[in-house]
């Protein structure tokens, strides 16, 4: 059993079994997390004959030791004593609830499926490979909303390719969801420069930050980490936080990779004197910012721009609003056009994100010293969307499909890129001239526009039209809530 997929498909199969007593996806993987943590700890602990991170009693030893309503008194035990411990522990377990209410299916994964495997003898790429598997099934099952901390591994691949992060690089993902980018990142580095011993130091446990606001997801990047490899020893804090990153700076990076969660307005629930739950707009109001606004995405551009160091490169995937909408919006464009280096856009496709609906970008700028002079001279845009069809499933994304944008994007020499069919430039005041300073620019022809024999097959017509529904159903969701008295 040393194959990735070998491993997702052992453990998935045993997910049938719990979804019968009501488990989603979302919940086995989560308790996966707690169960491979406390093995991998186990055997740590044999094969260094050092003490274990996690206390004797609440260790894997005795796990096995019990059965029955026993056992299941005694993990409930665990996962609340280990919440409450400092580093590594607490990052993982805080918060843990037990949701395997069956003693005997809980007893048969933790020794038939975990026991039985020796976790440490695997190489940090299948272990690190098999747990981001189970992480994508999770996110195909699209009613959990897993989906949504997801990024297509392809996208992250390419954005990491012409980003090239450096060995001295501090790289952070202010909505980092399961780790997608801070591996790509990693594994990057590693791959293309000769590291010496701090280097490799320092890119285990210093180069990388990730920001997450729920405590269940930011457990599940923290143990994808761990198992790629990131973050050292059991016991040492991975570079992880859970909070709201908008609400102020964390800190200043050279690099900001970042698809921040759909969903057009931050929000917050509140109860009334009745006793009801509403849903209010959350207002950012930060100083740093040039706009105050409740729009998401809006937020997270400003706050990326605040997070970099002076000549620090974001990529970021943002939604179509963010390129057109007029009042914060065209602000928050007009500025950042002025102050830092936007240089480049990439019109995503559709059907490529688990979240139904989403026209999105990948805005790349780099922040600049301050100077009356705007700093963006052209933007280069690269049309991926205009007749491509992508589904999640029978045609799905791969990062062949983004090696002409890559090539276009000349990362070596920016200054070098040449004109194609698909990449064109802008000029400065050609995009402060559109109305609203729109960069939501096009300019192939779709073929489905001008042949009815170029028609898509009707299936990808039909999830089209699925998208934008959902799109549209989410727009009247959101005025419906901004109308209530």
Not at 136 to 162: C, M, S, W
Not at 399 to 423: G, I, P, Q, S, W
Request: charge should be negative; proline fraction near 4%; include cysteine.
């Amino acid at each position: 059993m040393s194959t990735p997929s070998a491993l997702v498909q052992k453990l998935w199969n045993y997910c049938n079994v719990l979804r019968d007593d009501g488990l989603s996806y979302g919940d086995y993987v989560e308790q996966l997390t707690f169960l491979l943590f406390l093995k991998m700890a186990d055997e740590q602990c044999q094969l260094r004959g050092k003490p274990s991170a996690v206390p004797k009693g609440l260790d894997w030893p005795s796990l096995l030791s019990k059965d029955g309503d026993e056992l299941e008194t005694h993990y409930r035990h665990v996962l609340d004593s280990l919440g409450k411990r400092n580093g590594m522990l607490g990052l993982i377990f805080k918060k843990a609830q037990n949701k395997i209410q069956d003693p005997a299916k809980l007893r048969r994964l933790i020794v038939d499926l975990i026991d039985k495997e020796n976790w440490s003898s695997l190489s940090a790429d299948v272990k690190g490979d098999a747990y981001e598997g189970l992480l994508q099934k999770n996110a195909e099952d699209v009613k959990g909303g897993a989906g949504q901390y997801f990024t297509p591994r392809a996208l992250i691949a390419a954005i990491v390719d012409v980003m090239a992060p450096r060995p001295e690089d501090t790289i952070c993902d202010p909505a980092c969801g399961t780790g997608g980018f801070l591996l790509a990142a990693h594994d990057s580095i590693a791959k293309h420069h000769s590291l010496d011993k701090e280097q490799k130091r320092r890119l285990k446990s210093g180069s990388l930050h990730g920001i997450e606001l729920v405590d269940g997801v930011t457990r599940l990047c923290a143990m994808n980490l761990l198992l790629h490899g990131i973050g050292g020893d059991a016991d040492a804090t991975l570079p992880l936080q859970t909070r709201d990153a908008l609400a102020s700076k964390h800190g200043e990076y050279d690099m900001v990779l970042a698809n921040p969660p759909f969903g057009k307005k931050s929000s917050v629930t509140i109860v009334n004197e009745a006793g009801e739950q509403q849903k209010e707009s959350l207002v950012i109001n930060r100083d740093d910012f040039w706009a105050t606004t409740s729009n998401k995405q809006l937020n997270f551009v400003q706050h990326i721009f605040t997070i970099l160091k002076q000549h620090g490169r974001a990529a970021v995937v943002v939604p179509d609003n963010v390129l057109f909408e007029g009042g914060a919006g065209e602000t928050v464009r007009r500025e950042l056009l002025k102050q830092a280096d936007v240089h480049t856009l990439l019109r995503l496709p559709t059907g490529i994100f688990y979240a139904q609906g989403v026209k999105a970008n990948v805005l790349f700028f780099d922040r600049k010293p301050a100077q009356e002079k705007p700093w963006t001279q052209k933007l280069w845009i690269y049309d991926l969307r205009t007749n491509r069809h992508f589904t999640l499933k029978e045609n799905t994304l791969t990062r062949a499909d983004l090696d002409d944008f890559v090539a276009c994007y000349h990362a070596k020499n920016r200054h070098e890129r040449k004109e194609t069919e698909c990449f064109k430039s802008f000029g400065y005041y050609e995009l402060t001239k559109r109305d609203k300073a729109n960069l939501d620019i096009f300019w192939l022809k779709d073929d489905s526009l001008e042949d009815s024999a170029n028609l898509p097959a009707p299936h990808v017509i039909a999830a089209e039209i699925s998208e934008d529904l959902q799109a549209a159903l989410e727009q009247f969701g959101t005025i419906a809530e901004d109308l209530k008295p």
